[in-house]
């Protein structure tokens, strides 16, 4: 560019005029810079707006040469950039390198390069050459050389064994969510539809409790008063952040309370474990619009023994009369499925190998079966689309699975049930979500009757066995957000508090696979949740016999809320190295207790009253009629709490947050669990 002259420097700068060292410094930025008189004077009107210089000086020019290099520097490193990606070509997609190819390694991809595969027939798309039980680990990796393969991590009532039905069982899901409810409201949720929901659960648990005399009457938060009284709401934090003593409020419900939220005063409560969006009843004294609480319930007490006998009886006939017929054995795993190191599915695989040799009745697989924080995934080094990658590398080997014991004429044939993950790199991550769609012709007409594809969360049966399951992380979400306080015994002989138990509880108490609300936010592991959908779909539409919880924390196999078995199997695959998988097999409640249940279990002889089957479908009927009953988001605050009466239909309905009468712990003698490394 032409050289600058001084007269244009003091026509573009007049500050300059009359001072030669101003304009001898101007003209050597200019020539080192590369800089027209005109670019000068707009960087000395950027240092102006930034340093609030207002004179020109030698030490104001200093900076304007410190701001001219930083600029030079800054528009050389976006040429070098755009250099090298010119010098590199544009992308080759479905390529890959070097550094990436031992991903695959063992996995039988196809490299013939793309020029010769026309001349040689080959697909152009790359493929997998699977065997008919996958793949092993390759070579050297930290998964193939692992110990302690099988080692049992976790076990419940090793007296009992691993024992499957004799005849061939049906799965079938328990009234399964329509895909319009969990598909209408993503991306286009509304404010008031969602609101109305999270204030129908309010409202329930105010209709289960009026005109019960053993609580005392209920009262709005937003009512001060001398007398103790009991205040239904949501529990909820003050602000952002985890919920504290000082942070907490109830919020009730805007039919008897408009809505409003009041703080909670827990120093004169013994015991509660509470977390945010929790439906609670709180019984003390509201002074001031502070409650000062006495007794946290979050279920309903228990009733008498005659509704237990009814309960019993109505559970019985509603199951059929196969269930508890038979021992139903059930194998669960929860993902990832692949080691981080390669994409062979060898855990995968060495699982499918596992179930061949114990044969459950059900194999349950949750997902993410593609997983999207998998190195590959994420780095976007697969040579495939993430629906191949799941079509070849888990459908495949499942068919091929199947069909083998087709053809061995296997007298039974067990059932494999997949749900879905957020974090599934070929699905959306909204939770809940829809079942898995299997491609068109990925299954023949003869393994379709196996195959089970169900949405997440889900509650389903198998022969006769309700078992509840999602493949959110649930618990590790409680364990962050609970507030608990809980005494220890005095009785050195009483079993200690435990907390995996309690968090389970949750999930039974509020008849709900994900109560968190809101839910807690991780930009390391975000969770995505469609709240809408989450309430019309993600409840327990019964009480389940068997809740599989996979977690990031410690597996367990524990009695929950209403003696439900509650199990985390953990993931089948951690990091390099393998993780760990559950065996869980149901004895017949008919079955007479071997002499050595005595010594291992001693409340075994306790008798138990089958209300551990009552099916809590009252609570969705309830909570219909109060949508139903509010209309719209507007006419909900012409509902009074004292005008709506429990519609129970007779003794036998469990109530929506209930205890089920006396409560039984036979599960503790039925269920034989042992969680083994893989």
């Given at each position: 560019?032409?050289?600058?002259?001084?007269?244009?420097?003091?026509?573009?700068?007049?500050?300059?005029?009359?001072?030669?060292?101003?304009?001898?410094?101007?003209?050597?930025?200019?020539?080192?810079?590369?800089?027209?008189?005109?670019?000068?004077?707009?960087q000395w009107d950027l240092l102006t707006m930034n340093k609030s210089a207002k004179r020109m000086s030698l030490e104001a020019l200093a900076d304007l040469e410190t701001q001219c290099r930083n600029d030079d520097s800054a528009k050389?490193?976006?040429?070098?950039?755009?250099?090298?990606?010119?010098?590199?070509?544009?992308?080759?997609?479905?390529?890959?390198?070097?550094?990436?190819?031992?991903?695959?390694?063992?996995?039988?991809?196809?490299?013939?390069?793309?020029?010769?595969?026309?001349?040689?027939?080959?697909?152009?798309?790359?493929?997998?050459?699977?065997?008919?039980?996958?793949?092993?680990?390759?070579?050297?990796?930290?998964?193939?050389?692992?110990?302690?393969?099988?080692?049992?991590?976790?076990?419940?009532?090793?007296?009992?064994?691993?024992?499957?039905?004799?005849?061939?069982?049906?799965?079938?899901?328990?009234?399964?969510?329509?895909?319009?409810?969990?598909?209408?409201?993503?991306?286009?949720?509304?404010?008031?539809?969602?609101?109305?929901?999270?204030?129908?659960?309010?409202?329930?648990?105010?209709?289960?409790?009026?005109?019960?005399?053993?609580?005392?009457?209920?009262?709005?938060?937003?009512?001060?008063?001398?007398?103790?009284?009991?205040?239904?709401?949501?529990?909820?934090?003050?602000?952002?952040?985890?919920?504290?003593?000082?942070?907490?409020?109830?919020?009730?419900?805007?039919?008897?309370?408009?809505?409003?939220?009041?703080?909670?005063?827990?120093?004169?409560?013994?015991?509660?474990?509470?977390?945010?969006?929790?439906?609670?009843?709180?019984?003390?004294?509201?002074?001031?619009?502070?409650?000062?609480?006495?007794?946290?319930?979050?279920?309903?007490?228990?009733?008498?023994?005659?509704?237990?006998?009814?309960?019993?009886?109505?559970?019985?006939?509603?199951?059929?009369?196969?269930?508890?017929?038979?021992?139903?054995?059930?194998?669960?795993?929860?993902?990832?499925?692949?080691?981080?190191?390669?994409?062979?599915?060898?855990?995968?695989?060495?699982?499918?190998?596992?179930?061949?040799?114990?044969?459950?009745?059900?194999?349950?697989?949750?997902?993410?079966?593609?997983?999207?924080?998998?190195?590959?995934?994420?780095?976007?080094?697969?040579?495939?689309?993430?629906?191949?990658?799941?079509?070849?590398?888990?459908?495949?080997?499942?068919?091929?699975?199947?069909?083998?014991?087709?053809?061995?004429?296997?007298?039974?044939?067990?059932?494999?049930?997949?749900?879905?993950?957020?974090?599934?790199?070929?699905?959306?991550?909204?939770?809940?979500?829809?079942?898995?769609?299997?491609?068109?012709?990925?299954?023949?007409?003869?393994?379709?009757?196996?195959?089970?594809?169900?949405?997440?969360?889900?509650?389903?049966?198998?022969?006769?066995?309700?078992?509840?399951?999602?493949?959110?992380?649930?618990?590790?979400?409680?364990?962050?957000?609970?507030?608990?306080?809980?005494?220890?015994?005095?009785?050195?002989?009483?079993?200690?508090?435990?907390?995996?138990?309690?968090?389970?509880?949750?999930?039974?108490?509020?008849?709900?696979?994900?109560?968190?609300?809101?839910?807690?936010?991780?930009?390391?592991?975000?969770?995505?949740?469609?709240?809408?959908?989450?309430?019309?779909?993600?409840?327990?539409?019964?009480?389940?016999?068997?809740?599989?919880?996979?977690?990031?924390?410690?597996?367990?196999?524990?009695?929950?809320?209403?003696?439900?078995?509650?199990?985390?199997?953990?993931?089948?695959?951690?990091?390099?190295?393998?993780?760990?998988?559950a065996l869980i097999s149901v004895h017949p409640a008919s079955e007479p207790e071997p002499a050595a249940a005595a010594e291992e279990m001693p409340a075994a002889g306790v008798e138990a009253a089958e209300a551990l089957s009552a099916?809590?479908?009252?609570?969705?009927?309830?909570?219909?009629?109060?949508?139903?009953?509010?209309?719209?988001?507007?006419?909900?605050?012409?509902?009074?709490?004292?005008?709506?009466?429990?519609?129970?239909?007779?003794?036998?309905?469990?109530?929506?947050?209930?205890?089920?009468?006396?409560?039984?712990?036979?599960?503790m003698t039925r269920a034989f669990v042992e969680i083994k490394k893989i």
């Amino acid at each position: 560019m032409p050289r600058v002259s001084a007269e244009e420097i003091r026509s573009e700068i007049p500050e300059t005029q009359g001072n030669a060292d101003l304009v001898t410094r101007c003209l050597k930025i200019c020539e080192q810079y590369r800089l027209s008189a005109t670019d000068l004077q707009v960087q000395w009107d950027l240092l102006t707006m930034n340093k609030s210089a207002k004179r020109m000086s030698l030490e104001a020019l200093a900076d304007l040469e410190t701001q001219c290099r930083n600029d030079d520097s800054a528009k050389r490193q976006k040429l070098d950039r755009k250099q090298q990606l010119t010098a590199k070509g544009p992308p080759k997609p479905g390529t890959f390198n070097k550094d990436t190819a031992h991903l695959l390694a063992g996995v039988g991809l196809d490299t013939t390069p793309a020029y010769r595969r026309s001349a040689a027939g080959i697909s152009p798309v790359p493929g997998f050459a699977l065997s008919p039980m996958g793949t092993e680990a390759a070579p050297g990796s930290a998964f193939a050389s692992r110990a302690e393969v099988g080692k049992v991590v976790v076990s419940l009532n090793t007296w009992r064994t691993f024992a499957s039905s004799a005849e061939q069982l049906e799965v079938e899901a328990v009234a399964p969510p329509r895909t319009a409810e969990l598909a209408e409201s993503r991306m286009w949720e509304r404010l008031d539809e969602r609101a109305r929901l999270l204030d129908a659960q309010v409202v329930a648990f105010e209709r289960a409790l009026s005109g019960r005399d053993d609580v005392p009457p209920l009262s709005s938060v937003s009512t001060a008063g001398s007398e103790e009284a009991t205040f239904v709401g949501r529990v909820c934090c003050e602000g952002e952040g985890r919920l504290n003593v000082q942070s907490l409020f109830l919020e009730g419900s805007r039919a008897s309370s408009n809505g409003c939220r009041v703080r909670v005063d827990l120093k004169d409560c013994p015991e509660y474990a509470l977390f945010p969006g929790q439906i609670v009843a709180v019984i003390g004294i509201n002074i001031r619009h502070s409650i000062v609480a006495t007794r946290v319930l979050t279920v309903l007490p228990p009733r008498d023994a005659q509704a237990a006998a009814a309960a019993t009886a109505a559970a019985a006939a509603a199951d059929g009369p196969a269930a508890g017929r038979s021992a139903v054995a059930i194998m669960s795993a929860a993902g990832p499925f692949t080691t981080t190191d390669d994409l062979t599915y060898a855990p995968f695989t060495a699982l499918l190998q596992k179930a061949m040799e114990v044969r459950p009745d059900c194999l349950v697989l949750l997902g993410p079966f593609v997983d999207e924080s998998h190195p590959a995934v994420a780095g976007g080094d697969v040579p495939v689309t993430y629906e191949t990658l799941f079509c070849r590398q888990v459908l495949d080997p499942l068919k091929d699975w199947i069909e083998s014991q087709l053809e061995a004429e296997a007298t039974k044939i067990p059932h494999v049930v997949l749900l879905p993950s957020p974090k599934d790199a070929h699905l959306l991550g909204a939770y809940p979500q829809p079942p898995l769609e299997f491609p068109r012709n990925a299954l023949p007409e003869h393994v379709r009757p196996y195959m089970h594809s169900l949405s997440n969360p889900a509650t389903f049966r198998i022969g006769g066995l309700r078992v509840a399951a999602a493949s959110v992380d649930t618990l590790f979400l409680l364990g962050q957000q609970e507030l608990a306080k809980v005494p220890t015994p005095t009785d050195p002989s009483a079993p200690k508090p435990d907390r995996m138990a309690r968090l389970a509880s949750h999930v039974l108490q509020q008849r709900h696979l994900l109560p968190l609300f809101p839910t807690p936010l991780d930009e390391r592991q975000p969770l995505p949740v469609d709240v809408t959908a989450n309430l019309r779909a993600g409840g327990l539409p019964c009480l389940p016999e068997v809740l599989l919880v996979p977690s990031e924390l410690a597996p367990f196999a524990k009695l929950g809320f209403g003696g439900v078995l509650c199990v985390n199997p953990g993931k089948l695959a951690k990091a390099a190295a393998g993780g760990n998988y559950a065996l869980i097999s149901v004895h017949p409640a008919s079955e007479p207790e071997p002499a050595a249940a005595a010594e291992e279990m001693p409340a075994a002889g306790v008798e138990a009253a089958e209300a551990l089957s009552a099916r809590s479908t009252e609570a969705d009927a309830l909570l219909d009629s109060v949508l139903d009953s509010q209309g719209g988001a507007a006419s909900s605050a012409s509902v009074k709490v004292e005008d709506v009466k429990p519609s129970l239909t007779g003794a036998a309905a469990v109530e929506p947050f209930g205890t089920p009468p006396d409560a039984p712990r036979e599960m503790m003698t039925r269920a034989f669990v042992e969680i083994k490394k893989i």
